[in-house]
């Protein structure tokens, strides 16, 4: 159980394109979303909580005109990196909480390699 | 602020040399410390979670304890499928989660 995917995997964008990723929460409900950035040998960095059906907000930093997130349903919230650049590329992960256990525990999904040329 | 400290930072093991990997923490009103297990490339895979002081979990080799200022991992005879990157997590009010730096943990055979 609590098993959450990203698709894609990984994506090479070119620089000024934007690119969509996804989140699914499969055998759960999900209130809440939560979008981390990753960079080689650090560890995960929080970049914005995603609601179900109410606008995400982001950590301080995180541009959000630039870093779109949508939680249209309780099993889907999506990244929407805008007019990307090489400085974006990072390792994303999204994780869930799930609705009905009321706990704090986060279930993360694979991560998405994002590469910007 | 809540701080997450883990030690060491890395770790090399022979298979089956038992070892502890350490998470300190500082948080106004603990909601639950979480220990994560991260293959490289991966998302991370959770492990536990310890609300109380004197909790203990177990899960094959590995058992976690929790104590009000910190919490351990105890690797018991590891093997060589152990290796990977440990992050200790501790839960806000607000749902979020504070990460420690991670240990990487190396099991030669």
């Known amino acids: 159980g609590a098993v959450v995917s990203q698709h894609p995997s990984w994506v090479i964008c070119k620089s000024g394109t934007s690119v969509k990723i996804e989140c699914r929460s499969l055998d759960f409900q999900a209130t809440t979303m939560f979008w981390y950035r990753q960079f080689p040998k650090q560890s995960l960095m929080l970049m914005a909580t995603?609601?179900?059906?109410?606008?995400?907000?982001?950590e301080q930093g995180v541009e959000k005109d630039k870093f779109l997130i949508n939680h249209a349903s309780l099993t889907l919230s999506t990244l929407t990196v805008t007019s990307a650049h090489p400085e974006d590329s990072s390792f994303y992960i999204c994780?869930?909480?799930?609705?009905?256990?009321?706990?704090?525990?986060?279930?993360f999904g694979p991560g998405t390699r994002l590469t910007v040329t | 602020e809540d701080q997450v400290t883990q030690s060491p930072e890395a770790l090399r093991l022979q298979e089956g040399e038992s070892s502890s990997l350490n998470c300190s923490y500082t948080?106004?009103?603990?909601?639950?410390l979480f220990w994560y297990r991260q293959d490289p490339g991966k998302g991370p895979e959770f492990l536990f979670t310890l609300y109380s002081a004197g909790e203990e979990k177990e899960k094959e080799r590995l058992k976690a304890t929790l104590t009000k200022k910190e919490s351990f991992l105890h690797i018991t005879a590891p093997k060589p499928e152990d290796s990977a990157t440990y992050l200790c997590a501790v839960a806000r009010g607000d749902y979020k989660l504070s990460f420690g730096a991670g240990t990487t943990v190396t099991v030669r055979a």
């Open positions: 995603s609601n179900e059906g109410s606008k995400a907000t982001y």
């Open positions: 994780s869930a909480r799930d609705r009905d256990r009321g706990s704090y525990e986060q279930y």
């Open positions: 948080v106004s009103g603990l909601r639950g």
